[in-house]
């Protein structure tokens, strides 16, 4: 009795991706608090490791060459390791599976997109966060306090400062006079977010965001009109105020521009009388302009400690005669390298990744309009510096970046693509804020429900559904109309 064998062969391609690199990407992803705990641990564990600047290393090393590789895929890691692990057993973790196209269809249902769960504060609570860190006295403290609890839901300060002091000398037991109201005033003016928080009426909340913002002639001419027109402005009478300034109409479109952008309320949703909090956040990027105009990038280094292998133990490794000390030594000195390696790469990745989003949404980062915002997914950041799309998540998920006009989260620049009526793309972020636009100006007695709208974002070319429009109410935090009569 014969039997046959059959045999074939067939080939499959796997990628396998050392320890390091899975450690790494893993280092990648740690905030900038996280990572000044996770370094300090490592100086206690490892006797290899000591605090101090690396004495080899340069001061222009952060600035490295662009044509070097800084795909996690590439890193080096030490020869001798020998256990691979197959990348299918990496890869599900948990970084969400990433869009390789932006969506072109507004209403098209996102079924990964469920309301997350946060943690929630009143308004108020969260700016006197911000007292906390003025540079005030205790009794400044109190009033300034005092002050924000006298604002109403829209962040305006209805009362004048001798008012406030009377209430708060009352209150409290001690005599205050107006003028030290007006200084703690004139401190939150300045130093708290929002700004035009504690506005006494429109025309001085729209100077204080005004005043805010990076000076620029289109800007400098709306103060001027805000200042000295706010009459004509109001009754559009835009014949008069180039007239009153001796501007032509250019000038007069452009500063209208920069009026446009402005918010008419302080706080916007204030009757909701709740905030997302954002206690504790540390920037790990921190932006800022130059004499020219020009965005420079930095990194924020908080209060990492500089380390460097200990010079005067390395010598132990090889003259060390017992067997298990000098393994010890040996895996310590290696470790110990490769964290000094990490962090100079994990420093080179992160800046060049966000050099290229200042780059992709430069206007959005000139201005800080939101709706200045560019349709952008994860993979057009990978492609321009040709690292991975899981590296970019990682350089992006749970970052923050200090800007001239306030925190921003990294992830937030990523926004699915809308096409208008005109053919032209806009980020879904700037249809979000004309909604908040037309629900701040509605009328609170008759308020505008989803229908509503739906047809005035139509006008501006922004054809959406009326479901897409509760999706983003309900992800911008605004009640239903039903909820918002009369408040």
Not at 140 to 147: E, K, S, T
Not at 152 to 163: E, N, P, Q, V, Y
Not at 392 to 403: D, H, M, N, P
Request: with cysteine; aromatic share 6%.
């Amino acid at each position: 009795m014969s039997t046959s064998v059959n045999l074939s062969q067939s080939q499959k391609q796997t990628l396998r991706v050392a320890p390091q690199q899975i450690q790494f990407l893993n280092f990648l992803q740690l905030s900038t608090l996280e990572l000044e705990q996770h370094l300090r641990n490592e100086l206690e564990e490892n006797p290899l490791l000591e605090e101090g600047a690396n004495e080899n290393e340069s001061t222009d090393e952060m600035e490295m060459s662009d044509s070097h590789d800084d795909s996690s895929s590439d890193y080096e890691t030490p020869t001798n390791v020998e256990d691979y692990r197959d990348w299918d057993e990496f890869s599900n973790d948990d970084i969400p599976e990433y869009k390789t196209r932006l969506s072109q269809d507004p209403n098209a249902e996102d079924d990964l997109y469920s309301t997350p769960i946060v943690e929630q504060e009143t308004w108020r609570e969260v700016i006197k966060e911000q007292i906390r860190w003025m540079n005030l006295q205790d009794r400044q403290r109190g009033i300034a306090d005092f002050i924000i609890d006298s604002l109403d839901d829209d962040g305006f300060l209805r009362s004048d400062a001798d008012s406030l002091a009377d209430d708060y000398s009352f209150g409290h037991g001690i005599f205050v006079d107006g003028s030290e109201v007006e200084e703690v005033l004139a401190a939150i003016h300045d130093e708290l977010e929002p700004a035009g928080l504690a506005a006494r009426d429109l025309r001085e909340c729209l100077l204080l965001q005004l005043e805010s913002r990076r000076a620029t002639p289109a800007s400098l001419r709306a103060v001027e009109i805000v200042t000295n027109c706010f009459t004509e402005l109001s009754n559009r009478n835009f014949e008069k105020i180039c007239k009153s300034l001796e501007i032509d109409e250019d000038e007069l479109r452009l500063a209208l521009a920069e009026i446009g952008k402005l918010n008419p309320k302080p706080i916007v949703g204030g009757n909701n009388d709740s905030m997302v909090i954002k206690r504790g956040i540390i920037p790990d990027y921190v932006l800022h302009y130059d004499d020219y105009g020009r965005i420079e990038v930095a990194l924020n280094r908080g209060n990492w400690p500089d380390i460097r292998v200990n010079s005067s133990i390395i010598g132990l490794v090889d003259t060390s005669r017992e067997r298990g000390a000098a393994t010890y030594l040996k895996n310590k000195l290696q470790s110990a390298q490769w964290l000094v390696d990490a962090i100079r790469q994990r420093e080179n990745t992160m800046h060049r990744a966000m050099r290229v989003l200042v780059q992709l949404q430069r206007p959005y980062f000139e201005t800080g309009d939101v709706r200045l915002l560019k349709p952008m997914i994860l993979k057009d950041v990978a492609d321009c510096i040709g690292m991975d799309i899981s590296t970019i998540s990682r350089v992006t998920s749970g970052k923050y970046a200090q800007t001239p006009f306030g925190l921003i989260h990294l992830k937030d620049l990523f926004t699915e693509g809308i096409r208008t009526e005109n053919g032209t793309e806009v980020s879904n972020k700037a249809i979000q804020q004309a909604l908040v636009e037309h629900i701040s100006c509605e009328d609170k007695r008759n308020p505008f429900n989803d229908f509503d709208l739906m047809r005035l974002l139509a006008t501006q070319g922004y054809l959406i559904s009326r479901r897409t429009v509760a999706k983003y109410r309900d992800q911008l935090g605004i009640q239903s109309a039903q909820f918002r009569r009369g408040v």
